[in-house]
């Protein structure tokens, strides 16, 4: 790998890193997404310090060059990615359900408690 390239393949990895690690210490990303942008992150840097671990991945998997590797890798990337956020919205509508049904329940038990002309009983403190 050329020293131009390597050394930006170096910045971009670690400014991806730094950016994570900040927006998690500012509270702006939350600590279960930045996982998979840590981990992408570190496996980054490995890789471009060790590029013949590139290479031999590269042959592992039989393609044709260490670019393609890194574009496969990308996608998988993204894959997980997208399967992180299809679960996070699973559960999120879980609870949208469950909080529409018990807003639900709470609204016929008040409704049992008002008085059928709809006012609301006064407050008789002696």
Known sequence: ?????????????????????DMVRKRRLREEYSVL???TS????VLVLRYEWLVALTN???????TTTLFLGSIVFLMLLGVQFCIKL??????????????????????KLTP?????????VS
């Open 1 to 21: 790998m050329p020293f131009a390239q390597q050394v930006f393949a170096l910045l971009m990895s670690l400014l991806v890193f730094l950016v994570t690690v």
């Open 37 to 39: 942008w840590l981990g």
């Open 42 to 45: 570190l496996l980054m840097f």
């Open 60 to 66: 592992f998997i039989g393609a044709a060059l260490p």
């Open 90 to 111: 699973s559960r999120l509508s879980d609870q949208v359900k469950n909080l529409a049904q018990d807003n639900a329940l709470l609204r016929a038990e008040l409704s």
């Open 116 to 124: 059928v002309g709809g006012k609301k009983p006064k407050n008789t």
